[in-house]
C-alpha cells in the first residue's frame, strides 16, 4: 500500500475517470461523486459498530428505537436482511463498479492490457493476505480463513476484471453460471441431520433457525460450504481443528460474491455510458428484488446472507442498485453535495477506515478508558458508556481521515 495524490488514486477506493459525453450535469465532472459518497456510507455504517448499538438496545426491551437501532446495527441470524447485512454486499458491489473507471483510467494513461492484469493479480492477493491478516489480529498465529470481506473480494476480482473486457452478454451469461452454480452445490449436496452435540460444530447457543424440506440444504454448519471448509481449512497449520465458523459463513461464497460484482460491473457501465442511468439502475434493482422474494416463496433458494445464496445475490444486488441511482440522482444530477462530505472523507480512503476499524477499536476504546477512566463515559448512564466510548473513537478514525485527505493522501493497492 502506498499513498498517493488524488489524480492517480485507485478505481476502489476512489473513481477517477475521463469527463464523459454525456447531456447530463455530470458530464462536466471528472468524478462520479455518488461512488465515493456510497463507499463513504458503507465504511460509516462499518463504524457504527464501534458504538454497539446491538448490544446496548437489550438494556431498553420496552424501547421501539433502540430495537429499530440494534436491529440494523447487527446481523440478521439466517434469513432476511438489515442495513447492517448491506455492508459486505455493497462493498463488492462497489469493487465492479468502480473497476469500469480503473480500466478507462488506466488505458486512457497509455497503459498496455498486460500491465493491468499484473495489477489486478497484484491486488487481488494484496487483497486475501489483508483479510487473512484482518482475520489474525487476535490470534497467537495465523488464522487461515477465506470468508473475510477483503478475502472474498479478492478470491474474485480476476474473474470480474476479465469481465470487464466482455460485453455485457457475455457478463450475463457468466452471472447465470456462476449462480447456477452456486445453488447447485447446495442443493445437490445431502441433507446433514442436527448435529448429536451443536457445541462441537459450533452451532450458536438456543439456535432455532434451521430449515425443513428443501430448504434444508442451506442449514447452518450442515451444508456444502461448511463441509468443503472442514476439509480445506483444517489443511492448514491451526491453533485448533476448524469445526465450522460461528457465523455460518463459508469460502465458497466467492463465487456468488462475484455475482454481486458483475452487477456492480453492469451498473458503472450504465453510469459511464447511459445517458439516463438512474432510470436503468432502478429498473434492474426492482427486478433483482422480485426476483429474489419469488425465488424465496418459490422455494427454490432462501434468502441467506451469511451463504450468499442466489437470492441473497438478486435481494441485496436491488438494493446496492436503488441506492446507487438514489446517490446519483440527488449528488451527480441535483449536484446536492454539501451534506456529503463527512462520507466523502471516509469515501475517499474506505481501505485506510476498514484496517483501522478492525486493528485499532479495542486499543483505542482501552487507551481512552486508561487516560481519562469510565466514570466520564457514564455521564448518560452505565448502559450508555460503550455509545460514548465508540462515538469518540469513530470520532477519532474520522479526523485521522480528515487529516489524510487535506493533504491529499490516499491508500491504495
Known sequence: MSPASTASADASWSTTIKPPTLNTPSATSARIGSLDVYRGIVMFLLGLRLLQLDEVATHFPSSAIWQFLGHH??????VGCSLNDLIHPSFAFLTGASLVFSVTARSSKGQSQWHMTLHALWRSVALI???IFLRSVDYDMTNWTFDETLTQTGLGYMAVFALAYCGTRTRWVWFAILLIASWSIYAFFPI?????NPVDFNTPEGWQHDFTGFFAHWNHNRNAGWYFDRWLLNEFPRENPYRGYLGGYSTLNF???IGTMILGLMAGTWLKQTAKPVKQLALAGLACLVFSVLLHIGGICPIVKRLWTPAWVFFSGGCCLLILAA???IIDVKQWRRWSFPFVVIGVNSLAMYVMRHTLDVWSSETLKRHFGTRIFQIFGPELQPVLIGA??????WLALLWMY????YIRL
Open 73 to 78: 446495527s447487527s446481523h440478521i441470524p439466517w
Open 129 to 131: 493476505c489483508l483479510g
Open 192 to 196: 446433514m441431520p442436527p448435529h448429536a
Open 255 to 257: 463465487i456468488p460474491t
Open 327 to 329: 446517490l446519483y440522482q
Open 392 to 397: 469518540i473513537t469513530f470520532l477519532m478514525f
Open 406 to 409: 487535506r493533504r491529499k493522501i
